[in-house]
């Protein structure tokens, strides 16, 4: 096993080479002094790595402060941009002890990557004026205006060294062969400051290098001048972006951290309001040095994680190098040419427009939020672009919230009104208009399509039922799960439901506490089961009968194969939201999957997942255990002297999930981060683990596997809480509440993690 203390040391280094050329970049696009970038790296590292809450994050001047610093020291100067950045962690502070942390994660992602966006086609359009040998203007606009002439005029010894580096940045991870895999070690954006410096000194190319001034001249802050309503915007805004931008890259790092390790050498989750803590005692010191503002920086954490790092001395020693690097390494230093740091940059604020995060945007329909946003950040600034995505946020959730279709329709004397989205307040208008067109002494059918109505809706609804009911008419309200009639010497609709069942409410017939039915014979043909039955003939077969008719001329295709416990609380269409046609499911005492060739097989179990897999051609396959478990109850009180039974005989299939939850060999899975709450709970996991591990000894599963064309999926349902929790490589099943902006996949599919900036 690797010594932590080694790991920690070998993961510094990694982070300081990438940090070094990063940081003095950044400096260069801020115009800040660039040793600044340097004093913001040390302190991030040393300061907010001993007291930040998320061991792993590395913390440093950030490209998402880019553009709010380099304005700020355009208005006010340095020395006053240094103030703002002590005051700002001073606000941080403040968030911290009043344990707001949770609450910057509110903003939308898609704000969020809109404003980081932004901010990377800012620093871009800025650096390419650099790269060709020019001067950045003020803006962006005025960048886009002036690009026309600087691409008629570039500088030809700048172009060709920011090319080199541009060239190396993206064809170093892709070397081939052996000599690629060493080279590979290599952080990609040393490997190309290196390469351009390397060039432009053998070539003896004259170009502006970087210029280290002297540290006992360094500029330190002075007391802010300007005024103070400016002063006060520019304090908040580097403290919300900051904030935000920390918070995020912390919780992206602890899903990367759950991706890609076992809880055995797993650190501790992120304390955010601790992590928040230290953003502000990091910017308190860096702006006291003379620093820019610190973050916490997505591609040093991941770089961080992926190194090996298991603790929070690796951040702290990645600091220390950057001191050391400042003290002696001054003369290297100032051989890099400006051009290739800001090839370097305008790389970086490239890659802050990632494609997966429009992808993700765009799936969950929030690209107009996302686009005016990065529009109003490079036209307007950050504060301005983050109100403008706000804004847009807002107009779009009401636009969803009133985007209710009611329509009505009459065939064969029965009129149906249809309501197809939410009944708000912002609704009743239109929805009284329509009812006002139906007219009295008729049957009514109105489907009610949403899953939520408010009080205004719900009355307006009511009064007008009553009325049509008193006027002669009925009145039949139906919803995607319900069916009630009203009518003449009947009982009103949604009035008149149980009052523990309204008519939005999943299911109309149960209830906590059942009304004493009266004593009277038995209905025919079972009772309650005949009963159902005839509900559904009557309320329900109707409405699905097309869809059932459709999928019985077509056959099956279900997607994955669910095989879970055979309790009667697990309903699988709610809590996986399926239908008809969409899960091949196996249920069984205890979601056991037996291993081929085993003593009493069940050749049914089997039988379903070749059926599954090799006909069906599912997917993917879901082993879904749930809490409170008789099967496992059961196996934790079995003994070995006790008679065997058909039940016995089945749950010898679940004793290797006993032996691996007693095994010292394997980590015990956890639930949303914290261990089970008893030794039930804590089976209940590991038989899912388990019985994952059985469904891989399969032929044809693991035929698939190999193909690449099946996929495995282990869940948990925690009935009392009526929560889902999805298994992650590392054995932890995550809250899919939690999790659902910012998924595993999503950050094996980016080079960082989602919501956070270079």
């Known amino acids: 096993m690797t010594n932590p203390r080694t790991a920690d040391l070998s993961a510094s280094l990694t982070v300081f080479l990438i940090a070094l050329p990063l940081s003095l970049g950044i400096a260069l696009a801020t115009g800040a002094p660039l040793q600044a970038g340097l004093v913001a790296a040390a302190a991030g590292g040393i300061v907010a790595g001993w007291f930040g809450g998320a061991p792993l994050q590395v913390s440093g001047p950030a490209a998402g402060l880019t553009v709010v610093t380099a304005e700020l020291i355009q208005r006010y100067g340095w020395r006053t941009t240094c103030a703002v950045t002590v005051l700002a962690g001073i606000c941080q502070l403040g968030l911290a002890m009043l344990r707001t942390a949770r609450s910057a994660l509110m903003v939308s992602p898609a704000i969020v990557h809109g404003m980081l966006a932004g901010i990377g086609v800012t620093i871009a359009l800025a650096q390419l004026h650099i790269v060709l040998g020019g001067t950045p203007q003020s803006s962006p606009v005025a960048n886009v205006l002036g690009l026309p002439d600087q691409l008629a005029d570039p500088h030809p010894a ?75 915007a520019a304090v908040l805004t580097i403290t919300l972006v900051g904030s935000v931008e920390s918070l995020l890259s912390s919780v992206a790092t602890d899903k990367l951290i759950a991706t890609e390790r076992g809880t055995e050498n797993r650190p501790p989750r992120a304390d955010l309001d601790r992590e928040l803590r230290g953003q502000g005692a990091a910017n308190i010191v860096s702006g006291a040095l003379g620093g820019l503002p610190v973050t916490g920086v997505a ?75 990065l529009v109003a950040v490079v036209l307007g600034g950050v504060l301005e672009g983050v109100a403008v995505g706000i804004a847009v946020a807002v107009a779009v959730a009401l636009h969803r919230l009133a985007r209710t279709r009611i329509t009505v329709e009459e065939a064969e004397g029965v009129h149906r009104v249809r309501a197809r989205g939410q009944l708000t307040f912002l609704a009743v208008p239109r929805l009284s208009r329509v009812l006002g067109q139906v007219p009295h002494q008729t049957h009514t059918v109105i489907e009610l399509d949403g899953s939520f109505m408010d009080h205004a809706a719900y009355e307006t609804l009511q009064d007008w039922q009553d009325s049509h009911v008193a006027h002669g008419g009925s009145v039949e309200v139906t919803g995607r799960s319900l069916a009630t009639r009203t009518g003449e010497g009947q009982t009103p609709g949604p009035r008149g439901a149980h009052q523990c069942c309204r008519p939005w409410t999943p299911w109309q017939n149960h209830c906590d506490q059942r009304p004493a039915e009266p004593a009277a014979e038995p209905l025919r043909g079972g009772g309650r089961l005949a009963s159902g039955i005839s509900a559904f003939q009557r309320d329900t077969a109707p409405r699905v009968r097309g869809e059932l008719a459709r999928l019985a001329r077509e056959g099956q295709r279900p997607s994955q194969l669910f095989l879970t416990c055979a309790d009667s609380r697990l309903v699988t269409s709610m809590i996986t939201s399926s239908g008809p046609g969409d899960l091949f499911t196996v249920r069984n005492v205890g979601n056991l999957v037996p291993l081929p060739g085993a003593e009493y097989e069940d ?69 949303s981060g914290r261990l089970p709450a008893d030794a039930v709970e804590q089976l209940c996991l590991t038989n899912v683990v388990q019985q994952l591990e059985h469904l891989r000894a399969h032929e044809a599963v693991a035929r698939r596997l190999a193909e690449g064309t099946l996929e495995l999926h282990g869940m948990y349902f925690h009935v009392g809480e009526a929560q889902a929790y999805l298994l992650s490589e590392g054995q932890d099943f995550y809250d899919c509440q939690v999790f659902d902006s910012v998924t595993p996949t999503d950050l094996r599919e980016s080079p960082e993690p989602a919501g956070a900036s270079a």
């Open 603 to 671: 050749d049914s179990v089997a039988a379903a997942i070749e059926y599954a897999v090799d006909v069906l051609k599912v997917d993917s396959i879901t082993v879904c255990g749930h809490s409170g478990c008789g099967a496992m109850q059961a196996l934790l009180n079995s003994s070995p002297g006790m008679p065997t039974t058909p039940l016995r005989r089945w749950l010898r299939h679940g004793r290797p999930s006993v032996e691996r939850m007693a095994s010292r060999h394997h980590a015990w899975a956890r639930i």
């Open 158 to 232: 700048a172009l060709g060294i920011s090319a080199l580096t541009l060239v190396v940045l993206l064809t170093w991870p892709r070397l081939p062969g052996r000599a690629g895999r060493l080279l590979g070690r290599v952080p990609p954006a040393l490997a190309a400051v290196a390469a351009a410096t390397t060039l432009a000194a053998v070539a003896g190319l004259s170009l502006p290098r970087v210029d280290l001034p002297s540290w006992s001249s360094h500029a330190l802050p002075e007391l802010p001048e300007g005024p103070v309503l400016g002063i006060i």
């Open 299 to 373: 591609v040093r954490s991941v770089a961080n994680v992926k190194s090996g790092a298991v603790s929070r001395r690796s951040s702290m020693m990645h600091g220390l190098w950057i001191v050391l690097a400042a003290a002696l390494l001054v003369p290297v230093l100032d051989l890099i040419p400006l051009a290739a740091l800001a090839a370097l940059v305008m790389a970086v604020g490239i890659q802050m427009v990632n494609i997966t995060h429009v992808r993700s945007v765009t799936r969950h329909r929030e690209f107009p939020v996302y686009a005016a946003t």
